[in-house]
């Protein structure tokens, strides 16, 4: 089945600053990537996805890129506020008529600094 | 829409005694998705439902465990007997299309 690595585990960032996720997963027949993010006592919540018919997608101050050739895809986070301190998953999935099973990686939990 | 809805947020019970964790999806979605989330693995998927049809429960870990989603508008997780291993934090989401999911805030179990 799928596999999916994230990395790295925490990110301390100071305010303003860049802050990038990476994630590899393993099944070549993957097609969509999503990104959630979750803050304490809450369920997480999609900010960005991409699909493998596209390398780069961004949304304000969020972009998320995908090298399809060797696996893996990063979330970039640029002007970092405190509200971005969250914990961050990505996720990988076939979709289509097999189903839409999420794999996601183990998480990233982020703390900017004012 | 109110999102999804889970019910109760926190449970606490004794090793032995019987759980049940409700799941409202959003009005329309036909796909309904468990998981459970814990430090040590993650977050992981047990079961998912299309249209209320178990399609892959793979990810249930014992017979312990057990899902049902009688009507579009409402599923349920059963876990008899509950173990302290049991404990953790459960999710439902569920999506209109394949691929997006929306998840509820969480039952966070406490087995003793």
């Known amino acids: 089945g799928e596999n999916v690595e994230q990395h790295p585990s925490t990110l301390s960032v100071q305010e303003g600053d860049s802050a990038v996720i990476k994630c590899t997963y393993s099944?070549?027949?993957?097609?969509?990537f999503p990104w959630y993010k979750q803050e304490l006592g809450k369920g997480p919540q999609l900010i960005i996805d991409i699909r493998s018919n596209v390398g780069e997608k961004k949304d304000q101050r969020i972009a998320v890129t995908l090298n399809k050739t060797a696996k893996h895809f990063s979330l970039h986070i640029t002007e970092t506020q405190p509200e971005d301190s969250a914990v961050y998953f990505c996720?990988?999935?076939?979709?289509?008529?097999?189903?839409?099973?999420?794999?996601f990686g183990g998480g990233t939990r982020v703390l900017v600094k004012p | 829409d109110a999102g999804v809805i889970q019910s109760p947020r926190h449970e606490v019970t004794e090793m032995g005694q019987e759980v049940t964790l409700r799941c409202k999806p959003i009005s329309g979605h036909d796909y309904l998705f468990w998981y459970r989330q814990t430090m040590m693995r993650g977050l992981e998927l047990l079961i998912y439902?299309?249209?209320?049809?178990?399609?892959?429960d793979s990810g249930m870990p014992e017979d312990r465990f057990s899902a049902k989603m009688p009507n579009a508008s409402f599923s349920t997780l059963k876990i008899q007997p509950s173990e302290p291993r049991d404990s953790a934090v459960y999710f439902c989401?569920?999506?209109?299309?394949?691929?997006?999911?929306?998840f509820g805030a969480g039952t966070r179990l406490s087995v003793l």
């Open positions: 996720a990988a999935s076939r979709s289509g008529a097999a189903g839409n099973k999420l794999t």
């Open positions: 099944d070549s027949a993957s097609n969509y």
């Open positions: 439902f299309n249209n209320n049809v178990p399609i892959d």
């Open positions: 989401a569920s999506s209109a299309v394949v691929d997006i999911q929306y």
